[in-house]
């Protein structure tokens, strides 16, 4: 299959060694897949926040929504109601998902809406120069924390669990082939769907060296059993020899919203309708 031509007129303003040339490149063979397997392009919306990632969507020639910083979870759960049959997939930082846009994104996993959030997980403000986010390690030094940072990371699959999403799973900016097929399955999922993607950022916050030393590809794991994508995704406790799962932690079909909501929504026109016909045949 030739690829599609995904790109665009818009000059790429990514720093040279950024990862997310490597989340760009995976999205744009994921997309051109789809579409010969009979998804057309316009059924297909991407929404981005506030940051470096944010950028994404100016380098691919599909429709897209330019949200705000932390709002692009909720930006893509109205577009997934106002046309429940579109795939929508949001690109997200740690800082927009993790920080500003924490709330939002637990009430999505919760409410088992069918978005696709991929999160940039930089560890860092990249687009502000170089702040710390949730994710950043204790210690970690940046333009806010020049003594280092006093707290430890947040873990966000283990949130995400704790909050309902049913689907899970991790990649890394350098490894391209895990990144298209844990994307292609996050799109598929029916129901909320996160990839947290370990992404380099060369400028701020150059993981590449640890990243390489410390990742393993889950084998053999059972993504349907909850007890083992905890243990999993507890095993990387951020300390410096942790051992950094990748792959699929956890896929659950539970009913989604849109089902919930609109079955309801149906449900209560169909009754409307037996009331109106029965007024009228009364009257
Ligand atoms: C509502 C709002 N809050 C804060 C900002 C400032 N701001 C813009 S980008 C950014 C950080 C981006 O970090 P992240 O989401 O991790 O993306 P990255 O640049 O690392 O890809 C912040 C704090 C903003 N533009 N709007
Ligand atoms: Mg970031």
């Not at 979870?73 to 927009?96: R, S």
Request: net charge neutral; hydrophobic share 40%; glycine share 10%.
């Amino acid at each position: 299959m030739s690829p599609l031509n995904l790109g665009t007129y818009a000059a790429n303003t990514w720093c040279p060694g950024c990862g997310n040339f490597a989340i760009l490149n995976a999205i744009k063979t994921v997309l051109s897949e789809l579409n010969a397997e009979g998804v057309p392009l316009e059924n297909i919306v991407l929404v981005s926040g506030i940051g470096c990632h944010a950028k994404i969507v100016d380098y691919l020639n599909v429709n897209s929504f330019y949200s705000l910083h932390g709002r692009v979870t909720p930006a893509a759960e109205g577009i997934k109601l106002a046309k429940p049959g579109i795939k929508v997939i949001g690109f997200a930082g740690d800082g927009d998902a993790y920080g500003e846009g924490l709330e939002h994104l637990i009430f999505a996993a919760k409410r088992n809406i069918d978005i696709t959030m991929i999160i940039h997980n930089n560890r860092v403000y990249g687009l502000t120069t170089g702040q710390y986010t949730p994710t950043s390690p204790l210690g970690f030094k940046g333009r806010s924390t020049p003594g280092g940072t006093k707290e430890l990371p947040l873990n966000p699959l283990e949130l995400m669990l704790a909050s309902g999403a049913s689907f899970l799973a991790r990649g890394t900016s350098h490894g391209a082939e895990l990144l298209k097929q844990v994307f292609k399955a996050a799109i598929l999922h029916k129901g909320f769907s996160l990839v947290d993607v370990l992404q380099v950022c060369f400028t701020y916050f150059n993981m590449y060296e640890y990243y390489d030393k410390h990742v393993y590809e889950l084998k053999g794991h059972d993504p349907q059993d909850r007890q083992q994508a905890l243990s999993k995704i507890r095993e990387w406790d951020y300390n410096a020899d942790s051992p950094i799962a990748l792959g699929v932690f956890y896929k659950k079909e539970i009913p989604t919203f849109e089902q919930n909501f609109l079955g309801r929504e149906k449900k209560a026109a169909e009754t409307d309708a037996k009331i109106n016909a029965f007024l009228k045949a009364s009257s």
